[in-house]
Nanobody
Framework: QVQLVESGGGLVQAGGSLRLSCAAS???????LGWFRQAPGKEREFVAS????????SYADSVEGRFTISRDNAQNTVYLEMNSLKPEDTAVYYC???????????????WGQGTQVTVSS
Protein backbone atom coordinates (compact mmCIF):
# COMPACT_ATOMS: atom_id res chain seq x y z
CA GLN A 1 0.00 0.00 0.00
CA VAL A 2 1.05 3.56 -0.72
CA GLN A 3 -0.43 6.63 0.95
CA LEU A 4 -0.13 10.02 -0.76
CA VAL A 5 -0.89 13.38 0.83
CA GLU A 6 -0.78 16.57 -1.25
CA SER A 7 -0.31 20.13 -0.08
CA GLY A 8 0.45 23.55 -1.51
CA GLY A 9 -2.61 24.34 -3.58
CA GLY A 10 -4.33 27.70 -3.46
CA LEU A 11 -5.41 30.80 -5.35
CA VAL A 12 -2.93 32.66 -7.53
CA GLN A 13 -3.12 35.29 -10.23
CA ALA A 14 -2.29 34.49 -13.83
CA GLY A 15 1.45 34.59 -14.38
CA GLY A 16 2.14 33.59 -10.80
CA SER A 17 3.71 30.48 -9.31
CA LEU A 18 2.80 27.70 -6.91
CA ARG A 19 4.65 24.69 -5.57
CA LEU A 20 2.77 21.50 -4.83
CA SER A 21 4.14 18.82 -2.54
CA CYS A 22 3.15 15.21 -2.09
CA ALA A 23 4.36 13.10 0.81
CA ALA A 24 4.39 9.38 0.12
CA SER A 25 4.43 6.63 2.71
CA UNK A 26 4.17 2.88 2.57
CA UNK A 27 5.72 0.82 -0.22
CA UNK A 28 7.37 3.66 -2.13
CA UNK A 29 10.67 1.98 -3.02
CA UNK A 30 9.61 0.91 -6.52
CA UNK A 31 7.40 3.80 -7.46
CA UNK A 32 7.13 6.29 -10.19
CA LEU A 33 5.50 9.41 -8.79
CA GLY A 34 3.53 11.92 -10.74
CA TRP A 35 0.75 14.48 -10.98
CA PHE A 36 -2.58 14.47 -12.73
CA ARG A 37 -5.28 17.15 -12.74
CA GLN A 38 -9.00 17.40 -13.26
CA ALA A 39 -10.78 20.59 -14.22
CA PRO A 40 -14.54 21.04 -13.73
CA GLY A 41 -16.46 19.12 -16.36
CA LYS A 42 -13.34 17.51 -17.79
CA GLU A 43 -11.63 14.17 -17.47
CA ARG A 44 -8.58 13.71 -15.30
CA GLU A 45 -5.40 14.27 -17.31
CA PHE A 46 -1.73 13.55 -16.96
CA VAL A 47 0.53 16.46 -15.97
CA ALA A 48 3.99 15.11 -15.15
CA SER A 49 5.85 12.10 -13.79
CA UNK A 50 9.30 11.20 -12.52
CA UNK A 51 11.16 7.94 -12.06
CA UNK A 52 12.60 6.91 -8.74
CA UNK A 53 16.11 7.99 -9.75
CA UNK A 54 14.83 11.23 -11.23
CA UNK A 55 16.49 10.47 -14.56
CA UNK A 56 13.21 10.05 -16.43
CA UNK A 57 10.75 12.93 -16.40
CA SER A 58 7.70 13.31 -18.57
CA TYR A 59 5.40 16.28 -19.07
CA ALA A 60 2.14 17.00 -20.80
CA ASP A 61 2.57 19.32 -23.77
CA SER A 62 0.35 21.90 -22.09
CA VAL A 63 2.76 22.36 -19.16
CA GLU A 64 6.13 21.66 -20.79
CA GLY A 65 8.52 24.51 -20.06
CA ARG A 66 6.34 25.97 -17.29
CA PHE A 67 6.11 23.13 -14.76
CA THR A 68 8.97 21.18 -13.20
CA ILE A 69 8.64 17.89 -11.34
CA SER A 70 11.23 16.78 -8.81
CA ARG A 71 11.50 14.37 -5.91
CA ASP A 72 13.40 13.93 -2.67
CA ASN A 73 13.69 10.21 -1.98
CA ALA A 74 15.08 10.76 1.51
CA GLN A 75 11.83 12.57 2.35
CA ASN A 76 9.64 10.39 0.09
CA THR A 77 8.26 13.58 -1.38
CA VAL A 78 7.49 14.68 -4.92
CA TYR A 79 7.12 18.32 -5.92
CA LEU A 80 5.52 20.17 -8.79
CA GLU A 81 6.85 23.66 -9.36
CA MET A 82 4.32 25.57 -11.45
CA ASN A 83 5.33 28.84 -13.09
CA SER A 84 3.63 31.20 -15.54
CA LEU A 85 0.28 29.86 -14.43
CA LYS A 86 -2.74 30.34 -16.67
CA PRO A 87 -6.46 30.30 -15.87
CA GLU A 88 -6.70 27.02 -17.80
CA ASP A 89 -4.39 25.43 -15.23
CA THR A 90 -7.24 25.69 -12.71
CA ALA A 91 -8.02 22.16 -11.51
CA VAL A 92 -7.78 19.73 -8.66
CA TYR A 93 -4.27 18.32 -8.75
CA TYR A 94 -3.76 14.72 -7.74
CA CYS A 95 -0.55 13.03 -6.73
CA UNK A 96 -0.14 9.53 -8.13
CA UNK A 97 2.15 6.55 -7.68
CA UNK A 98 2.82 3.54 -9.86
CA UNK A 99 5.27 0.67 -10.10
CA UNK A 100 5.59 1.38 -13.83
CA UNK A 101 6.10 4.52 -15.85
CA UNK A 102 3.33 7.12 -15.61
CA UNK A 103 2.08 8.88 -18.69
CA UNK A 104 -1.04 10.11 -20.51
CA UNK A 105 -2.31 6.60 -21.20
CA UNK A 106 -1.51 4.98 -17.88
CA UNK A 107 -3.57 4.41 -14.78
CA UNK A 108 -1.76 4.87 -11.48
CA UNK A 109 -2.15 2.29 -8.77
CA UNK A 110 -2.46 4.91 -6.05
CA TRP A 111 -3.96 8.39 -5.76
CA GLY A 112 -3.82 11.21 -3.27
CA GLN A 113 -6.92 13.09 -2.18
CA GLY A 114 -6.20 16.10 -4.39
CA THR A 115 -5.46 19.76 -3.83
CA GLN A 116 -7.24 22.68 -5.50
CA VAL A 117 -5.31 25.11 -7.67
CA THR A 118 -7.20 28.17 -8.87
CA VAL A 119 -5.65 30.68 -11.26
CA SER A 120 -7.49 33.96 -11.62
CA SER A 121 -7.28 36.09 -14.75
Amino acid sequence: QVQLVESGGGLVQAGGSLRLSCAASGRTFSNYLGWFRQAPGKEREFVASISRSGSIRSYADSVEGRFTISRDNAQNTVYLEMNSLKPEDTAVYYCAASVSRLGPSTTPGYWGQGTQVTVSS
